[in-house]
C-alpha cells in the first residue's frame, strides 16, 4: 500500500506526483470546506488527509512537518469530541472570539515552538528549509487549536502558515502540494467570511434584557 502511494500517478514538467500527494489534494480541500462550512464530517475527513501528507513530506524531507501530522490525528480526534460536546452542558461548540489571555499564551507557545524545532531540524536532521519548516509547523499546530474551539482568529493564523507553505512547497518540488495550499489560502478566506457572519448572527440573536419596570405614577 505504502509503495502505491508513494508511486508516481503523473508526471508535471519533468516532476512526478505521487498518489499520496493527489489523494492529500481531494481529502484536503474537502476538509478545509467542511471546516468552513461548520460540518463536523471534517474530523474524518481530515484524519484521512494528514495520514496521507504524513507519508508524502517524509519522503520529501520535511521531517517537521511529517511529524506535526500524528499530532494532527490527537488535535483532529479531540475536535471532532469538541464540536459536539464542547459548548454549554456538553452541548454542539459555537463560534467564538480569543480572549486577550488565551492570544498571549497562543504567541508564547508560537515562539517556544518555531525556536524549538528550528534548533531540532537543524542539529539532528538533514532539512535544507529549517526555519520555514519549524514557523508552519508552530503556526498550524496554533489554528488547529483554535479550530478545536472554534475561534474564529484561527482563520487569521491558517491565511498566515498557507502565505509560506504555498513558496515552500514548490521551493521542495511539491507543486500540487503548493497548488493545494493555494485553494486552501482561497477557502480560508472563505471560512473567516463564514464563521464572523455566524458571530454577527449569534449577536444579532441574543435577547435584550429587559428594562425596569415603569414606576407607577
Avoid: H
Avoid at 495520514?51 to 494532527?72: E, I, N, R
Avoid at 489571555?101 to 531540524?121: P, Q, S
Avoid at 457572519?197 to 435584550?208: C, H, K, M, N
Amino acid at each position: 500500500m505504502i509503495d502505491w502511494l508513494t508511486g508516481t500517478a503523473f508526471t508535471v514538467a519533468g516532476t512526478g506526483t505521487t498518489w499520496a500527494e493527489l489523494l492529500g489534494f481531494a481529502t484536503g480541500a474537502l476538509n478545509v470546506w467542511l471546516v468552513a462550512r461548520q460540518r463536523i464530517a471534517n474530523w474524518p475527513v481530515g484524519i484521512a488527509n494528514v495520514l496521507l501528507l504524513m507519508l508524502l513530506f517524509w519522503t520529501a524531507g520535511l521531517y517537521a512537518d511529517a511529524g506535526l501530522q500524528l499530532v494532527y490525528v490527537a488535535l483532529g480526534l479531540y475536535g471532532w469530541w469538541a464540536w459536539l460536546y464542547g459548548g454549554e452542558r456538553r452541548s454542539r461548540l459555537t463560534v467564538s472570539r480569543t480572549g486577550p489571555g488565551e492570544w498571549w499564551a497562543l504567541a508564547a507557545a508560537g515562539l517556544a515552538l518555531t525556536v524549538g524545532l528550528w534548533a531540532l531540524l537543524t542539529r539532528a536532521t538533514d532539512s535544507t528549509v529549517p526555519l520555514p519548516d519549524a514557523l508552519t509547523t508552530a503556526l498550524s499546530l496554533l489554528a488547529t487549536y483554535g479550530q478545536t474551539r472554534k475561534r474564529v482568529e484561527s482563520w487569521w493564523l491558517w491565511i498566515t502558515a498557507d502565505l509560506v507553505y504555498i513558496p515552500l512547497y514548490a521551493y521542495k518540488g511539491l507543486y500540487l502540494t503548493a497548488l493545494l495550499y493555494l485553494v486552501f489560502l482561497g477557502l480560508c478566506v472563505l471560512g473567516l467570511r463564514e464563521w464572523r457572519a455566524d458571530l454577527r448572527r449569534q449577536g444579532s440573536a441574543t435577547p435584550v434584557p429587559p428594562g425596569p419596570a415603569p414606576v407607577a405614577a
